[in-house]
Structures are given as structure tokens and as C-alpha cells.
């Protein structure tokens, strides 16, 4: 069965500098697709970035990028000019884009910002 | 910019009650999925439903559980006799997969149930 785990209960970053976000899975599969969602105070799920296995470049988006190692099933988030509204749990999730697309998710980092 | 909507957005039941969860996935999206996370623990998934159909579930949704598109556009989740367990935050979310693709999923904000 495919896992996810993260290994960073917690983290924390000044405002303004860069934070790497730790995550490794499990799977056997070599097509599948993997995800950073953001659960702020709110609790609600935002999408912060994906990443397609097949895809060699990694995902950027805005200050958000992916550092994505295949053959070490890595998946790191780093966020760049960290900002206030940064803090939150961050979730990294698998998904083997099979019939159901469920999604498998890590157990979470809890990213705190320091002005 | 469309979005999933969940309601109610707090639930407070008796144990043994039922409690039926809602949800608006996105307009065009044609797969519907169920997740819950209990306070301070990892998302789970617990259902997902194509075509008006279960494709999958987990081992948490059992008997107690079931899941509805009574109308176009409406998906909700019913758990028929709450047991103090059940007591979480509940997610919808939906997608729109093409086929060879997968299509990220949007969540809602989220249910939270509390279960006395």
C-alpha cells in the first residue's frame, strides 16, 4: 500500500527567508501525482502546488516550488520570502491517478512564521 | 472562481443519532469524494462516487455510512447512528478527471461534527 510521511511535525521561519517542507512516500506504482495542500487556523484545504511523476521539471508556483526526486520518492516544499500568512499545516498527498483518485495523505507539518 | 460548499458548516449531535453532512461540488466536475480528519490526526479518505456509484471506499466506511447525489447537484453524507468516535472535521471534494489524467481535487471548508 502506498504511504506518505513526513517527518517534520513542525517547523518555523522568519518572515521574509526561505523554509524547506520534508516529504517522502512509498509506492510501486511509476505513473501518480503528487500534492502540498495548506490547512490554515480555518482548517480548510487549499491546494498549494502538484507535481505529474512523468514530469521531470519541478512545479513552481510563485514563491511555492517543488523539489521532486523520483528515483528517492522526495518530495520537498519550499517556500520562498516566507510570509505571515504562510503559517499553517501543510499536508503532502499521493495520488496514483487510478480509478477513485483517492488521496493519500502525510500526517502534516505545522509551519509556524516569526515576524 | 468556483468553489465546493459545505453545509452546515458545525454539527452538535447525540450519540446515536443521524446526521446528514452537504455538499456543493464544483458545477462541471464529475467525481465526488468524502475525507474526514479527527482533531489534531492526518485527512482520511473515506468514500468516492463517479457516475452515481461508489468506485471506492475505506475501511471506516462502513455500514453506518452511506452517500447520495440525490439531485444534480447536491452530494451528501449520511451516517446513519453517530457513535462519540465520529466526532471530526468532514471534507467534500470534487474533481473532473479526462481520461489518461488526473485532475486535482478542490475541498470544501469543511464540516465540523461533534458527537456528545
Known amino acids: 500500500a502506498q504511504t506518505v510521511t513526513q517527518s517534520q511535525p513542525e517547523m518555523s521561519v522568519q518572515e521574509a527567508e526561505t523554509v524547506t517542507l520534508s516529504c517522502t512516500y512509498d509506492t510501486s506504482e511509476s505513473d501518480y501525482y503528487l500534492f502540498w495542500y495548506k490547512q490554515p487556523p480555518s482548517r480548510q484545504m487549499i491546494l498549494v502546488i502538484r507535481?505529474?511523476?512523468?514530469?521531470?521539471q519541478n512545479a513552481t508556483e510563485n514563491r511555492f516550488s517543488v523539489n521532486f526526486q523520483k528515483a528517492a520518492k522526495s518530495f520537498s516544499l519550499k517556500i520562498s520570502d516566507s510570509q505571515l500568512g504562510d503559517a499553517a499545516m501543510y499536508f503532502c498527498a499521493y495520488n496514483d491517478g487510478g480509478a477513485t483518485n483517492k488521496l493519500i495523505f502525510g500526517t502534516g507539518t505545522l509551519l509556524a512564521v516569526q515576524p | 472562481e468556483p468553489e465546493v460548499t459545505q453545509t452546515p458548516s458545525h454539527q452538535v449531535t447525540q450519540m446515536g443519532q443521524e446526521v446528514i453532512l452537504r455538499c456543493v461540488p464544483i458545477?462541471?466536475?464529475?467525481?465526488f469524494y468524502w475525507y474526514r480528519q479527527i482533531l489534531g490526526q492526518k485527512v482520511e479518505f473515506l468514500v468516492s462516487f463517479y457516475n452515481n456509484e461508489i468506485s471506492e471506499k475505506s475501511e471506516i466506511f462502513d455500514d453506518q455510512f452511506s452517500v447520495e447525489r440525490p439531485d444534480g447537484s447536491n452530494f451528501t453524507l449520511k451516517i446513519r447512528s453517530t457513535k462519540l468516535e465520529d466526532s471530526a472535521m468532514y471534507f467534500c471534494a470534487s474533481s473532473f478527471k479526462t481520461s489518461g489524467g488526473q485532475e486535482t481535487q478542490y475541498f470544501g471548508p469543511g464540516t465540523r461534527l461533534l458527537v456528545l
Open positions: 507535481q505529474e511523476a512523468y514530469k521531470q
Open positions: 458545477s462541471n466536475h464529475l467525481y
